[in-house]
């Protein structure tokens, strides 16, 4: 919506003083919810889509693109069935998963090794180019992505270790709407007891799916920089029922080694839109 700025000085007068007021900004109106739609599509209708399948768009604020999925269980199938030795548990999460799902059950070990294979593979197809490779998001750019800009430096601050209060992925209302996302079922949002399909719900007004719920998303970086011991999980899953937990700002640390049913992780492209 475009902006108009009233250029015009407005002149009050008080006693006998004059004082010239500040030129006012007109308020930014709201996108209807059909302009909402409309960029949404338009900006998945440009997504780079790879040999997989997998779509990613712009995340304006940081240098990468976002894949507008969580990794689904046929995405990790292929790396599995192309090198040998990687582990199994993901075929096991404790539930039954369908290929669109997203895959669980995978460490950050495990996620590095995709974003390495991924990488090795694209490039020999022709599909990315030198100086592009897949990694998993930084803590920062997960951030931009869900929707809080650039947070405060320190990730250890009361402000970014509790969250930022009453701000959500689908908006600031508690309890969450039916259809927000896929979280525990006490919340009555959804009908999936576990995992859901990749896209199951709205995306976020950037194009992203499950930026909450579904599967915790490994990150990049060290929980505790200093110590070095945990990575962070960003975003909640489909068994988080309380409310800290589904705010957008939590990160929680997982050892690099640990699995869990409902722990997996996103890809990010660096360098550009592949070819």
């Known amino acids: 919506m475009k902006q108009i700025l009233l250029m015009i000085a407005v002149v009050a007068v008080v006693g006998c003083e004059t004082v010239e007021l500040a ?3 007109e308020p930014k109106a709201e996108p209807t919810p059909a302009e909402k739609a409309a960029a949404i599509k338009k900006a998945q ?5 790879n040999t997989l399948g997998m779509k990613f768009v712009p995340v304006s604020g940081t240098e990468v693109q976002f ?8 995405d990790y199938a292929a790396y599995a069935a ?7 548990s993901w075929k096991s999460p ?3 998963q369908a290929d669109t799902h997203p895959v669980a059950k995978v460490n950050w070990n495990d996620a590095q090794a995709f974003c390495a294979w991924l990488t090795k593979k694209e490039m020999a197809a022709g599909k990315i180019k030198a100086g592009q490779k897949y990694r998993l998001p930084t803590d920062a750019e997960w951030s931009v992505a869900v929707g809080l800009g650039k947070e405060k430096e320190d990730p250890y601050s009361g402000e970014r270790a509790d969250g930022i209060k009453r701000v959500y992925p689908w908006g600031k209302e508690w309890p969450p709407p039916k259809g927000a996302g896929n979280y525990y079922k006490s919340l009555q949002v959804d009908n999936y007891a576990f995992t859901s399909p ?11 799916h499950d930026l909450g719920g579904n599967v915790w998303e490994w990150c990049e970086d060290w929980y505790a920089p200093t110590a070095q ?3 962070v999980l960003r975003g909640a899953s489909w068994g988080s029922g309380y409310p800290v937990s589904l705010l957008s700002s939590p990160r929680y640390g997982g ?21």
């Open 94 to 96: 404790g539930f039954t």
């Open 229 to 231: 011991k945990y990575r």
């Open 67 to 74: 894949s507008i999925w969580e990794t689904r269980v046929k």
């Open 255 to 275: 050892a690099p080694g640990g699995r869990g049913g409902g722990i997996g992780f996103r890809c990010v492209l660096v360098g550009g839109s592949g070819g």
């Open 45 to 49: 209708a440009n997504a780079f889509v």
């Open 198 to 208: 990749a896209g199951s719900f709205a995306s976020n007004k950037l194009g992203l």
């Open 82 to 88: 192309a090198n040998s030795g990687v582990d199994a």
């Open 23 to 25: 030129p006012q900004e």
